[in-house]
């Protein structure tokens, strides 16, 4: 090993080797990491989903005078994304370092976070904290942040109430203070179906279904020409789209189905909320209008997904000491969803900041710069030490 080798590599490459895609167990990615805790003497809570399949963890690294409230929470997710029809030039399960980077699935995003928090836990444990660090990992964050949505009620349930939170999801190492919120809508329209030499007497859901489809785009042509606007972000207004529509069975049949998967992500400006009332009203009026044909006809609006945005204030404390630990503060802000929503949602001042490049994320031969591990490694050793009483007969400035 060169000395260039990050210290967390061996926890990196433990926990890429988990194949935790979101549609897989991520016990046996908990399992290791709770026997780790325990070795160093911690006591992890292992929150299991209702089916027993996948499971969040807390654990805490009390303060020297024990108390495990108040202090600095770091967060990351246990999922990755499939790696389904993509070309990989390696086993994406195997990390493995090519030219300064380290390639494997997750690397990125975002089990290296996870895994340097992890490696440096000998170093929190032997600390004499003033204040505890906690560390939260949750399960299903690709699939709509659906551990965190958990999380931050079981941390709450601990009384941990930690000052800040770090979410480690890849920003290059700098703080991010606000990314916009991720909604996702699935609107079924049930008509009638019926010959279509017949069609007065069926109800055509896919024609129904594409009126909605055209409002939906109005809303979001609406956003892009009159705002609301924050041009801190890349694309600087909501947005929303229409990504999935399946309806219609053969070309001489009214369809009596069409489902339709649409997201909407909103700045700070625009309440999510009132957006979704404004799809469930056109929703509302696709019924009519079918029922109007036929009143067996009707629309469904669910919900798989909300993820609130993020919008700490510019001075914020969890930001102030993101900056303070060595992150970058270059004001931006991101159009990725994370978690950290929830956790400023639940009431823990809390900033975006990890290491690597989002557009690493998801793709394939994901990779992070070892420049990036070892950046992230400073910034939690900073932390630890940001953290710790003097030691005796020492004297700070
Ligand atoms: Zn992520």
Not at 21 to 39: H, M, W, Y
Not at 212 to 234: K, L, Q, S
Not at 327 to 332: P, Y
Request: glycine share 8%.
């Amino acid at each position: 090993m060169s000395d260039s080798t990050p210290a967390s590599l061996p926890w990196i490459e433990r926990l890429v080797a988990f194949d935790t895609t979101s549609r897989n167990s991520n016990l046996e990615l908990i399992d290791a990491v709770a026997d780790e805790l325990r070795g160093h003497g911690l006591e992890p809570h292992v929150f299991p989903d209702d089916e027993g399949r996948k499971a969040n963890l807390v654990v805490t690294v009390p303060a020297a005078d024990g108390s495990r409230s108040g202090g600095v929470m770091l967060s990351g997710h246990t999922d990755v994304v499939p790696v389904d029809d993509q070309e990989w030039s390696s086993d994406p399960f195997r990390a493995q370092i090519r030219d300064g980077r380290l390639y494997g699935r997750g690397t990125c995003d975002m089990k290296a976070f996870s895994a340097v928090a992890i490696s440096l836990l000998p170093r929190m444990v032997s600390a004499r904290l003033r204040e505890p660090i906690h560390l939260a990992l949750s399960y299903d964050e690709e699939v709509g942040c659906v551990g965190g949505a958990r999380i931050v009620k079981q941390i709450a349930d601990l009384g941990l109430a930690p000052s800040a939170c770090i979410v480690g999801e890849p920003t290059n190492m700098a703080v991010v203070r606000a990314h916009k919120s991720i909604n996702l809508v699935r609107v079924t329209f049930t008509g009638v179906a019926a010959h279509s030499s017949l069609t007065p007497q069926g109800v055509n859901a896919v024609e129904h279904a594409a009126r909605f489809v055209t409002r939906v785009r109005d809303m979001a042509d609406a956003w892009r020409e009159h705002g609301p606007f924050d041009d801190a972000y890349p694309v600087p207004y909501t947005t929303s789209s229409v990504n999935v529509v399946s309806g219609g069975i053969a070309t001489n049949t009214v369809p009596d189905r069409c489902v339709v998967e649409l997201e909407y992500r909103s700045i700070a400006a625009v309440d999510p909320a009132e957006v979704l009332d404004r799809i469930r009203g056109f929703a509302q009026q696709a019924q009519e209008a079918m029922r109007r044909e036929n009143p067996a006809a009707h629309v469904d609006v669910e919900v798989p997904a909300q993820v609130p945005g993020l919008d700490a204030d510019p001075d914020s404390p969890a930001a102030a000491l993101a900056v303070g630990l060595g992150a970058l503060d270059d004001g931006g802000k991101v159009t990725y969803g994370t978690e950290a929503g929830q956790f400023a949602g639940s009431g823990i001042e809390t900033v975006v900041c990890g290491p690597g490049d989002i557009a690493q994320a998801h793709a394939p031969d994901e990779y992070l710069e070892l420049e990036q591990v070892q950046a992230c490694e400073r910034f939690v050793a900073a932390l630890v030490e940001h953290l710790s009483l003097p030691a005796e007969g020492e004297v700070r400035a």
